[in-house]
């Protein structure tokens, strides 16, 4: 679970969609992964040292780019159902700043060079896409690291990131579920909401 907390939200960076349109997925990874190198390369210790810049930098490059309603939709799973709108719209704001938060500091360990985009092999005209790479870690140990993205009027935006084998969608589901059944949706709301200092 460590090991997952401490890429997750570099894996989501990696992937935001850099353009308005892309050719493919694996055009996405590698044009946005050149920009993140770049905006690191030039403001990394600013950013290093106040949190609040790093949320920002975050947030510019990721709100537009990251399917939130639908990654929030998967998490919640049967939850989502019956939850009202004002319940669905609190919890994908505060279920991101959560994440954004908890895993923000992943970004500043990002070095393009390290990821290697492998060939698509997928069908790039279906509503969704695999996209794989395999990390190379500090120690020279390979991690492989695929991004679910789904199609929304020919942008490529991302809602899964599965690390060796572990799904972001299926491991905070099963968090989320059981803190649903123990208490309420409401009280997973106002928790994630307190994480982040205030109301999403």
């Avoid at 990654?71 to 505060?94: C, D, K, M, N, Y």
């Avoid at 942008?155 to 799904?167: H, N, Q, T």
Wanted: aromatic share 10%; proline share 2%; charged share 30%.
């Amino acid at each position: 679970m460590i090991f997952f907390k401490r890429f997750f939200l570099a894996c989501v960076i990696s992937i935001i969609a850099a353009t308005a349109f892309a050719e493919s997925p694996n055009t996405v990874v590698e044009e946005a992964a050149a920009i993140l190198d770049r905006e690191l390369a030039e403001r990394k210790d600013e950013i290093a040292k106040d949190k609040e810049a790093l949320y920002a930098l975050i947030d510019e490059i990721l709100l537009p780019r990251f399917d939130r309603k639908y990654s929030a939709t998967l998490v919640l799973g049967a939850h989502w159902r019956t939850a009202t709108p004002e319940q669905r719209e609190a919890f994908i704001a505060a279920f991101y700043k959560s994440l954004r938060n908890r895993y923000a500091e992943g970004i500043l360990k990002f070095e393009q060079s390290n990821i290697d985009v492998q060939p698509f092999r997928g069908d790039d005209t279906k509503k969704r896409a695999t996209v794989k790479t395999v990390v190379t870690l500090g120690d020279g140990k390979t991690v492989i690291v695929n991004y679910g993205v789904v199609n929304r009027d020919g942008r490529w935006l991302i809602f899964d990131v599965v690390i060796e084998g572990i799904s972001y969608i299926v491991n905070f589901r099963a968090e989320v579920n059981s803190e649903i059944q123990n208490t309420s949706l409401d009280a997973l709301i106002e928790r994630l909401q307190s994480e982040v200092g205030g109301a999403a």
